[in-house]
């Protein structure tokens, strides 16, 4: 179900799906109450928020599965799931989906580097064959269940190879099953321009920041035949300098009285989490209970 909503999302020609990352559950959470339509669990994420590791192949499926459980339990807002190079055999890519569709997850997406991968902007990137690629995407058709469920093809190839290279991988990963794909550190619009005329489904963009990607606007990239833009870190990577601000100045001034104004309050952080809801059922169980009926409320 929530791989038909994301396909109806994306099938929008106004305007490019904005995807957002989100890193827990409570980042799903405040990236629903604020209006956003499509959530993202990145490698990267997982690898830095959960395990306080780069992203360099050190997390495990079982990692990643769990912080996407804990997403889709607390959001119902479709959520793409990065699964890097599928954790290894073509029968881990089939678990990998298996897993993913238990989940509620709604898409992910598969990239052609080797497994010992690479973050998509850094140098040093090395690609398996393209027969290899198709493979794994045939491999991760296969497993699915849920027709619905979306599978989506990633390519380096642009920085490992070149662009041509980069076209044929892409044709060939559609030809062999995948719904979506996502060229990786494009660096011009004219590079989305000349996938989107080849192409036959719909195309992301990753709007990373400090990466080799211009931060294209949406009118940019709509133009261009974009049909996703993908914000995989924003929050992540705000919150982040948020915090450092926070330990830095406390250990300093002894008192956090002078940050006040940039944090969240306790009435704010309630109502994301419909608290007092909550705290009302239980008030209610607790009395019945005292009253000697246990029936749940």
Same mark, same amino acid.
């Given at each position: 179900?929530?791989?038909?909503?994301?396909?109806?999302l994306?099938?929008?020609d106004?305007?490019?799906?904005?995807? @957002?990352?989100?890193? $827990?559950a409570?980042?799903?959470?405040?990236?629903?109450n604020?209006?956003?339509?499509?959530? +993202? /669990?990145s490698g990267s994420g997982?690898?830095a928020?959960?395990?306080?590791l780069?992203?360099l192949?050190?997390?495990?499926l079982?990692?990643v599965?769990?912080?996407a459980?804990?997403?889709t339990?607390a959001?119902?807002?479709?959520?793409?799931?990065?699964?890097?190079?599928? @954790?290894?055999? /073509?029968?881990s890519?089939q678990?990998?989906?298996?897993m993913?569709e238990?989940? !509620?997850?709604?898409?992910?997406?598969i990239?052609d580097?080797?497994?010992l991968?690479?973050? *998509?902007?850094?140098? $040093?990137?090395?690609?398996?064959?393209?027969?290899?690629?198709?493979d794994?995407?045939?491999?991760?058709?296969?497993?699915?269940?849920?027709?619905?469920?979306v599978?989506?093809?990633?390519?380096d190839?642009l920085?490992?190879e070149?662009?041509?290279?980069?076209l044929?991988?892409?044709n060939? &990963?559609?030809?062999?099953?995948a719904?979506?794909? @996502?060229?990786?550190?494009?660096?011009s619009?004219?590079? +989305?321009?000349?996938?989107?005329?080849?192409?036959?489904?719909?195309?992301?963009? $990753?709007?990373?920041?400090f *990466?080799?990607?211009p /931060?294209?606007?949406?009118?940019?990239?709509?133009?261009?035949?974009?049909?996703?833009m993908l914000f995989?870190?924003?929050? @992540?990577?705000?919150?982040?300098r948020?915090?450092?601000?926070? &330990?830095?100045?406390?250990?300093?001034?002894g008192?956090?009285?002078?940050l006040?104004?940039?944090?969240q309050?306790r009435?704010?952080? +309630?109502e994301?989490?419909? &608290?007092? $809801?909550?705290?009302?059922?239980?008030?209610?169980y607790?009395? !019945?209970?005292?009253?000697?009926?246990?029936?749940?409320?």
């Amino acid at each position: 179900m929530r791989g038909r909503l994301f396909r109806q999302l994306v099938e929008n020609d106004k305007e490019p799906l904005s995807i @957002f990352g989100t890193v $827990n559950a409570y980042s799903s959470v405040l990236a629903k109450n604020n209006g956003v339509k499509s959530i +993202y /669990l990145s490698g990267s994420g997982v690898a830095a928020a959960s395990f306080g590791l780069p992203d360099l192949g050190f997390t495990k499926l079982e990692d990643v599965v769990e912080d996407a459980r804990r997403i889709t339990s607390a959001c119902d807002l479709p959520l793409l799931v990065d699964v890097d190079t599928g @954790f290894g055999s /073509l029968n881990s890519i089939q678990k990998t989906v298996k897993m993913m569709e238990k989940e !509620n997850v709604a898409a992910i997406h598969i990239e052609d580097q080797v497994d010992l991968k690479r973050c *998509g902007h850094r140098p $040093n990137k090395k690609l398996v064959s393209i027969t290899e690629m198709q493979d794994r995407i045939k491999a991760a058709v296969d497993a699915r269940i849920d027709d619905d469920f979306v599978i989506m093809a990633r390519s380096d190839a642009l920085a490992v190879e070149n662009e041509e290279m980069l076209l044929e991988r892409i044709n060939s &990963y559609i030809e062999v099953g995948a719904d979506m794909i @996502f060229p990786e550190a494009l660096v011009s619009l004219d590079g +989305y321009k000349k996938i989107a005329q080849e192409s036959s489904v719909p195309i992301l963009a $990753n709007i990373t920041e400090f *990466g080799k990607t211009p /931060l294209f606007t949406e009118e940019q990239l709509h133009s261009a035949g974009v049909d996703m833009m993908l914000f995989p870190l924003s929050a @992540f990577r705000a919150a982040s300098r948020a915090s450092q601000k926070v &330990y830095e100045t406390i250990s300093k001034e002894g008192t956090q009285e002078s940050l006040l104004d940039i944090m969240q309050t306790r009435d704010e952080l +309630y109502e994301s989490l419909d &608290y007092l $809801n909550f705290e009302k059922n239980l008030d209610t169980y607790l009395e !019945n209970k005292e009253n000697g009926n246990d029936k749940e409320t």
